[in-house]
């Protein structure tokens, strides 16, 4: 590559800026931008034009789109080669055969090399190497001067901000966790303190920012909180989690925090998928509930909880004891064991803080609520497996919760085990009614409550957002953060898979196959099985047998509609080309051919006519669906639209749909009397079963007269007629006409 290439330099995260041997290039106009960044980030790959139009203008491309194309790109060329000759082959910006490829290094892209450091981060994180992770992490986040693509117009560049937005938001959580690991923990504070003012929303970041100041010193400020870690919500306060239903479970709860007060402990787990509810169940059941002179402490664990030993049982404790001179004493004690066990010093602290808080629980009974118990820091998790063993014999409760298949919550004692599944249609439905902005109609509701499988947390986002609405991608992002990239692409797959079945419910059986996602993804089974295996312990996906499928159709459609739609068209068609290669269902070819809005070409129409008989044994109605799209296609070969066609009326008649129109299209342009017969007789067929006796008699008679059908059909036309002749209109005879006449068809003839 020339040294002018090399010179060249792009700035995505923030406003975009184009340096060439370090001088600024003026690009213009926003549309001129919009392809530079589309270009930019496919760097060293080829962009076809329609994928280029889909990304500056969407769906509503003007009929000039390829035309403005073509003048962006040369002018973007004039200014990015100045010195090649006007005639001349670009080389930085090349073309041919429909598309355009930006040929630069990818590092030269800002937003390429954010991704690359990310991936180096991880791999140093693998490798228990926290030094050098933070070293990459913080070299990531240097590279952002704002808001990424900014004021860059066009669908490409709206759905790039929002998944480098939360690529920044996750990159820069993970900084503050290194930097309190590394004992740094005013600079974690500091880090924290702006992502909260960024995102004021998101209530996680208040709690990490309560851990820090915790770690650092300064526990009174991370009291006054706004949401304060380790203690209930108000009733009807703000942030409080709105619970509908589970009247069963909050009557449990509420039952074992009586029979506590009365003496009798026990623990109590609440286990359930991400977002179904624990959170908010926890604090419905347990805020204000305890009888005087029963006591309750509450925190919430989270991944900066592991790096202090029992934090999170010193702020339950905390929480529990607030006010009390004699239980504040208690929370100092455990206090002095911490310090002690993070020292080394002291006998063994997990028998020393069990002792401690059994005694506590004998002079008042004692309830001690931990949500998300699986991120409590070792330690904390060790005492709670002692206190269990003693919970029972003492006024002591423990409740907590976890994600259900934890292994690290399954591995702890607890008397009870609560499964939270799915709300109940009625449930979800007040749910959403309750929270939604707009009550939604009966159709979006029940496409609401479809995509959101029971599961409160979507319930409410999709009640305030409507199905595809604003914020939904963030909401289900929450929930796939921790995976690697190389499971999001596995996850990205199996939506792409799935995304017929979420338009046309019911005409493909739900998911896909793993065999199928092995195709697609050109994944070894051993490896995808690993790629696949975070994804199904956090709910997120379920399998039965060999077949994979979302929890929460949302999420399918969140993956899926996030991937700008020219791109989307692309990948579908390369999903229908692998499985079609590797031998898959034809009809999730078809599937895969119908959701892309794929151009279906001369090579889709060879495959189709040589499978649509297999596809229509195994899903009817795709097939029809795909041959009226074929048959539809101008461009497509005659002989092949034809034959997709003849196919289409066929499929047409046997599933009882009217196959008039499709049958009379290609009885007209056949030269074979074999067809031409089959045909004319499918359309007569079709209006004599919707009541049409005249139109269909009226087809068979014409048939009959003109001769030109092969014998095999005239005997059928003659069937119909003599079928249809007692509800035509007229005389049942006519005995002036020779019998010939009316066995040929000139008029009809009873049996």
């Known amino acids: ?35 530079l960044c589309a270009l930019a980030l496919n760097a060293g790959r080829a962009v076809c034009r329609e994928q280029l139009v889909a990304a500056v203008w969407g769906e509503d491309a003007p009929a000039s789109a390829i035309g403005n194309l073509y003048t962006y790109v040369s002018t973007l060329r004039r200014l990015l080669e100045p010195a090649r000759g006007r005639w001349a082959a670009g080389e930085l910006l090349a073309s041919g055969g429909r598309t355009y490829q930006l040929n630069v290094p990818p590092e030269s892209v800002d937003a390429v090399r954010f991704e690359s450091l990310r991936e180096a981060a991880r791999r140093h994180r693998a490798a228990g190497d926290a030094d050098a992770e933070l070293a990459v992490v913080e070299s990531a986040l240097r590279l952002w001067h704002g808001e990424a693509l900014a004021e860059v117009p066009g669908p490409f560049a709206e759905a790039q901000r929002l998944r480098l937005a939360e690529l920044r938001l996750v990159t820069a959580e993970r900084h503050a966790a290194l930097l309190a690991t590394a004992g740094r923990h005013e600079e974690a504070t500091e880090v924290l303190r702006g992502l909260v003012d960024a995102y004021p929303s998101k209530e996680n970041l208040r709690t990490l920012l309560a851990h820090a100041l ?21 009733a009807g306060g703000p942030g409080r989690p709105m619970l509908v239903g589970r009247h069963p479970e909050v009557r449990r709860l509420r039952r074992a925090v009586a029979e506590a007060a009365a003496g009798c402990g026990g623990s109590v787990r609440v286990e ?35 790096r202090v030993p029992l934090g999170v049982l010193l702020e339950c404790v905390e929480s529990a004891t607030a006010g009390e001179t004699m239980s504040a004493h208690l929370a100092s004690q455990i206090a002095a064991v911490a310090a002690e066990a993070d020292g080394g010093t002291g006998a063994d602290p997990v028998d020393r803080a069990v002792g401690l808080i059994c005694r506590a629980a004998a002079e008042a009974p004692l309830v001690l609520s931990i949500d998300d118990l699986p991120w409590a820091d070792p330690l904390t998790l060790r005492v709670w497996a002692g206190l269990g063993e003693r919970a029972a014999r003492l006024p002591l409760l423990l409740v907590a919760s976890a994600r259900s298949g934890s292994a690290d919550a399954c591995a702890l004692p607890a008397g009870e085990v609560l499964q939270l599944g799915p709300l109940a249609d009625d449930d979800a439905t007040a749910l959403v009614r309750a929270v939604a902005t707009e009550q939604p109609e009966a159709t979006d509701l029940r496409r609401i409550l479809d995509d959101a499988g029971g599961n409160p947390y979507y319930l409410r986002h999709l009640a305030v957002a409507g199905p595809g609405g604003d ?29 017929y079945e979420l338009d046309a419910p019911g005409t493909l059986p739900a998911g896909c196959t793993v065999a199928a996602l092995a195709a697609v993804t050109d994944r070894a089974l051993p490896d995808l099985a690993r790629e696949l295996d975070p994804a199904l312990a956090a709910g997120v ?5 060999d077949r994979l499928a979302f929890r929460h159709r949302v999420v399918a459609r969140t993956l899926h509609e996030g991937v700008p739609a020219a791109l989307r068209i692309t990948l579908h068609r390369t999903f229908a080309e692998r499985i079609a290669a590797g031998g898959g269902p034809s009809d999730q070819v078809v599937a895969q051919l119908l959701t892309g809005d794929v151009p279906l070409d001369d090579s889709v129409g060879a495959w189709l006519v040589e499978h649509v008989e297999r596809v229509a044994e195994r899903a009817p109605r795709i097939a029809i669906a795909v041959l009226r799209r074929a048959g539809a296609q101008a461009g497509l070969d005659p002989e092949l639209r034809l034959s997709l066609n003849v196919w289409l009326a066929r499929l047409l008649l046997r599933q009882d749909d009217n196959a008039a129109a499709e049958a009379g299209w290609v009885a007209a342009r056949t030269t074979d009397p074999e067809l031409e017969g ?13 009541g049409q006796f005249e139109a269909a008699a009226e087809i068979a008679r ?48 009873r049996p």
């Not at 590559?1 to 060249?8: D, L, P, T, Y």
């Not at 977002?275 to 900066?304: H, Q, V, Y």
């Not at 089959?678 to 919707?690: G, L, V």
Request: proline share 6%; charged share 20%; hydrophobic share 45%.
């Open 214 to 234: 915790r770690a650092a010193g300064r526990a009174g400020v991370a009291v006054r909180l706004d949401t304060r870690v380790g203690s209930i919500p108000a």
């Open 678 to 690: 089959e045909m004319r007789w499918i359309a007569a067929r079709a209006h004599e079963r919707r």
């Open 272 to 306: 359930g998928i991400p977002g179904i509810g624990k959170s908010a169940l926890l604090a419905a059941a347990l805020c204000g509930t305890a009888p005087a002179p029963c006591r309750t402490g509450w925190t919430i664990a989270d991944e900066l909880s592991r």
């Open 471 to 499: 914020g939904l991608a963030t909401a289900v992002g929450t929930h796939l953060t921790s995976f690697t990239d190389q499971t999001l692409q596995v996850l990205r797959a199996v939506a792409f898979l799935s995304a």
């Open 702 to 749: 014409a048939a009959l007269r003109e001769r030109r059908v092969a014998p095999y059909w005239m005997d059928r036309m003659r069937t119909l007629v003599t079928r249809v002749r007692p509800e035509l209109p007229g005389n049942p005879t006519v005995p002036h006409m020779s019998r010939s006449a009316v066995v040929d068809g000139e008029v009809p003839v």
């Open 1 to 35: 590559m020339s040294a002018e290439h090399e010179g060249i330099g792009l700035r995505l995260l923030g406003p975009v800026l184009v340096r060439r041997g370090g001088a600024e290039v003026r690009l213009g106009s926003a549309r001129h931008t919009a392809v």
């Open 541 to 545: 996906l379920t399998r039965s047998g």
